[in-house]
C-alpha cells in the first residue's frame, strides 16, 4: 500500500511538472550538421493529467511484463559528419541545382566543341559520387575536369596530372588511412589520388573551401569559386584588352569559370600561359570555360 501511495504521490508530482514546462519556450535542437529541427508539440496540462492514471497502470504492466517494454523512439534525425573531403551529404537531384541558370544557347559553340564536352559523359558516374558526397553539381565538377585535364578518366580533377603522380599544390598534406576522396602517401613519395572519384570529390570539396563551405548555386557564387579554384591571375580587367571591364561581380572577368559563357565573354585573354609565367602580351584564349562546360551539358 505505501508503494502504491508513493507511486500515486509521484504520478502527480510528474503532473505538476510536466504542466509548468509546457509553458517554458520550445527550443530547437541543433543537429550538428548545419539543420535545427523542433521537438513533437508538448501536451497540454489537461492531457497530461488525463494521462496520468493510464501512466500509471502502464508502470505497474510494464515492470509485471518486461516483455512488454521497448526502447524510446525519436523522429528527430541523427547527425551526419561534416562536409569535408571523402564525407558523404544527401545525395541531391542531379537535374536540380543549377540547369536553370545554365540553359539558353546565346553562344555557338562549335561541333568539335560540343564534342569534347561530350566526351566526359565517360565519367558521369564519377563525377555523380562527387555531387553525392559534396553537393557540387556534377556538371561544375565536369567542367573542372575538363579545364583541368580534358575530361580524361586518367587525370586528377584537382590539377590534371595523371592520376597517381604526386600533386604539388597538396603541399604533402595526405595518410596512409585517408578515406574517400583524400589523398594518399605515393610509394616514390608525395601525395597523390587512387582514382578519378577520390580526386573529384577532393575536388568538389576544394571548391566549396573557396566559398567558407557553401555549395556554390548562382552564376556569381560559381565564378567566384572557380576564379579561386584556379587562382585570381587569369582576371582579365587592368591586364587585358578585354571590352567588358570593370567586372559585372567577382571573377566575371576571369577566363576559367567564364569564357565563351556568352556573347559578353567570347573574347578573353590568356594572362599567364604557366606558372609564375606572364604571357607577352596576353594570348586570346580559344578554350570554354568551366561553366560553358556546364552549360553545354545541360543542353545536349
Known amino acids: 500500500m505505501q508503494l502504491l501511495q508513493k507511486l500515486l504521490l509521484g504520478s502527480i508530482l510528474i503532473t505538476i511538472f510536466g504542466a509548468m514546462y509546457t509553458f517554458a519556450e520550445v527550443p530547437m535542437i541543433d543537429r550538428g550538421d548545419g539543420y535545427a529541427v523542433y ?27 518486461p516483455s512488454q517494454q521497448t526502447q524510446p523512439t525519436s523522429n528527430i534525425p541523427q547527425p551526419t559528419d561534416a562536409v569535408t573531403p571523402g564525407s558523404s551529404t544527401q545525395p541531391i537531384d542531379t537535374s536540380s541545382p543549377i540547369d536553370e541558370i545554365l540553359q539558353g544557347n546565346e553562344v555557338t559553340y562549335s561541333e568539335a ?44 580533377c584537382v590539377s590534371g596530372r595523371t592520376l597517381g603522380v604526386n600533386e604539388p599544390d597538396l603541399y604533402g598534406n ?28 577532393y575536388g568538389g570539396n576544394h571548391l566549396r573551401g573557396k566559398i567558407q563551405g557553401k555549395v556554390p548555386g548562382t552564376v556569381e557564387e560559381l565564378a567566384y569559386a572557380l576564379g579561386r579554384y584556379n587562382g585570381l591571375g587569369n582576371r582579365n580587367c587592368g591586364k587585358t584588352p578585354y571590352a567588358h571591364c570593370p567586372p559585372s561581380f567577382d571573377n566575371d572577368d576571369h577566363i576559367y569559370p567564364m569564357s565563351k559563357f556568352d556573347s559578353k565573354h567570347e573574347t578573353m585573354y590568356l594572362v599567364y600561359c604557366a606558372d609564375h609565367t606572364t604571357c607577352n602580351p596576353p594570348k586570346v584564349f580559344q578554350r570554354i570555360g568551366a561553366l560553358s562546360v556546364a552549360r553545354i551539358l545541360t543542353n545536349l
Open 174 to 201: 595526405c595518410a596512409a588511412n585517408a578515406g574517400e576522396g583524400k589523398p594518399v602517401p605515393l610509394p616514390g613519395g608525395g601525395c597523390g589520388f587512387r582514382n578519378l572519384v577520390d580526386s573529384c570529390i
Open 113 to 156: 566543341t560540343i564534342n569534347s564536352v561530350r566526351n566526359c559523359l565517360t565519367n558521369i558516374e564519377a563525377y555523380k559520387i562527387a555531387e553525392q558526397k559534396t553537393g557540387v553539381s556534377w556538371k561544375v565538377i565536369a567542367g573542372i575536369h575538363y579545364m583541368e585535364g580534358n575530361c580524361g578518366s586518367t587525370k586528377s
Open 39 to 65: 521537438p513533437q508539440p508538448k501536451q497540454s496540462t489537461v492531457e497530461m493529467i488525463k494521462e496520468a492514471p493510464r501512466n500509471l497502470f502502464n508502470f505497474f504492466t510494464d515492470v509485471n511484463s
